[in-house]
């Protein structure tokens, strides 16, 4: 009853904020900045409205629906939003190499999961420095080991995210999954990210794993299996892919 009421309201809002940006958009000029960042806006209240329609679910008792998702086009629509407000002395190394693989899941979900990574990495980067992001396809022939999960024999699509920041104490990292937990100070985390991230992957059937030293950064490998369609399982067989590399 508590997730339908705080879903309902927050859905007015995102109308609000939607209306606006629409409107804002027809009387901007396409190809400016202010256009760019108009859409930006309007990307994130969308995911802000499929994240209600989640909270719904939850609330109704639903399960969401698992699609084919594209996840490079995820991941680099969360750096692009995330880029926009990057403290200084802080930038984004993003290889993205996984082309048009696929995963089954939930864009939102995806999208979820590189945010509060990267918003992590970011904060933890107290005194400046380079967030790096890859994104590939890779299949194991054998089982490897994960801090959360299982990575068995199978095509994986893999997400790291690692930063050189301040990093976790043992103690920490046994505990950073933990909802609330949080090596934050007051007021700049909930610690409900990592406690999400795990949530979201377990729930796709992927597997996390984590290494962080302190005074050195942290790094987190997010398996997610590869789902291969009619094309997919073609490319498969040839063993053919479509690499594609971005920095921003």
């Known amino acids: 009853m508590l997730a339908g009421g705080i879903a309902h309201d927050f859905n007015n809002i995102l109308c609000a904020i939607l209306g606006s940006s629409e409107m804002a958009l027809l009387k901007t000029r396409p190809g400016s900045q202010l256009y760019r960042d108009l859409n930006r806006i309007v990307l994130a209240a969308e995911r802000g409205r499929a994240l209600v329609d989640r909270m719904l679910a939850f609330s109704r008792g639903g399960v969401a629906e698992r699609i084919s998702v594209h996840v490079e086009e995820v991941v680099r629509e969360a750096l692009e939003l995330l880029s926009g407000k990057l403290p ?52 194991y022939d054998a089982p490897r080991v994960a801090t959360i999960g299982s990575v068995t024999a199978d095509d994986y699509v893999v997400l790291e ?15 950073i999954f ?38 050195h950064g942290s790094s987190f490998t997010i398996y997610l299996p590869r789902h291969f369609g009619c094309d997919g399982a073609q490319r498969r067989a040839s063993g053919s892919s479509l690499p594609i590399q971005t920095e921003l």
Request: hydrophobic share 45%.
């Open 88 to 139: 200084p002395g802080i930038t984004i190394d993003a290889r993205l190499n996984a082309g048009r693989a696929t995963i089954l899941g939930d864009a939102t979900q995806v999208h979820q999961v590189v945010m509060n990574l990267a918003t992590n990495g970011v904060q933890a980067m107290t005194a400046g420095g380079v967030l790096r992001v890859s994104l590939n396809t890779t299949r």
């Open 161 to 175: 995210v690692m930063d050189h920041g301040i990093g976790m104490a043992p103690e920490a990292v046994d505990r």
């Open 178 to 215: 933990d909802p609330f937990f949080t090596t934050k100070n007051m007021g700049v985390g909930t610690g409900l990210g990592l406690s999400v991230v795990h949530g979201i992957v377990m729930e796709i059937g992927g597997a996390i794993h984590m290494s962080s030293t302190l005074g």
